[in-house]
C-alpha cells in the first residue's frame, strides 16, 4: 500500500503530461481559428446587448427574463 500510495502521483503526472502534449500537437486543431470564434461571440454578444439597450428597455427585460428562465430550467434538468 506504501509502495502505491508514492508512485500514484507520478503516475497520474506522467499520464496528464503526456495527455497535454498529444492535444497541443495535433496539427488539425486551428488554435488560432478557436481563439477567433471565442472574440467573435464576445463582441457578437456585446453588440446584441447594445442594441436592445438602444431599442427599448421592455425588451432588455424580456430578454433577460427569458435567459434567466432558460438557465433555471437547465439546472433543473440537470439536477433530475
Given at each position: 500500500?506504501?509502495?502505491?500510495?508514492?508512485?500514484?502521483?507520478?503516475?497520474?503526472?506522467?499520464?496528464?503530461?503526456?495527455?497535454?502534449?498529444?492535444?497541443?500537437k495535433?496539427?488539425?486543431?486551428?488554435?488560432?481559428?478557436?481563439?477567433?470564434?471565442?472574440?467573435g461571440?464576445?463582441?457578437?454578444?456585446?453588440?446584441?446587448?447594445?442594441?436592445?439597450?438602444?431599442?427599448?428597455?421592455?425588451?432588455?427585460h424580456?430578454?433577460?427574463?427569458?435567459?434567466?428562465?432558460?438557465?433555471?430550467?437547465?439546472?433543473?434538468?440537470?439536477?433530475?
Amino acid at each position: 500500500m506504501n509502495w502505491l500510495t508514492q508512485q500514484l502521483p507520478g503516475i497520474i503526472a506522467i499520464y496528464f503530461l503526456a495527455a497535454a502534449e498529444s492535444v497541443q500537437k495535433d496539427p488539425l486543431i486551428d488554435r488560432r481559428g478557436e481563439t477567433i470564434v471565442d472574440v467573435g461571440v464576445v463582441l457578437l454578444a456585446v453588440s446584441l446587448v447594445i442594441a436592445v439597450k438602444i431599442i427599448s428597455p421592455k425588451v432588455e427585460h424580456a430578454i433577460l427574463l427569458a435567459i434567466f428562465l432558460s438557465l433555471a430550467l437547465i439546472a433543473f434538468f440537470f439536477i433530475k
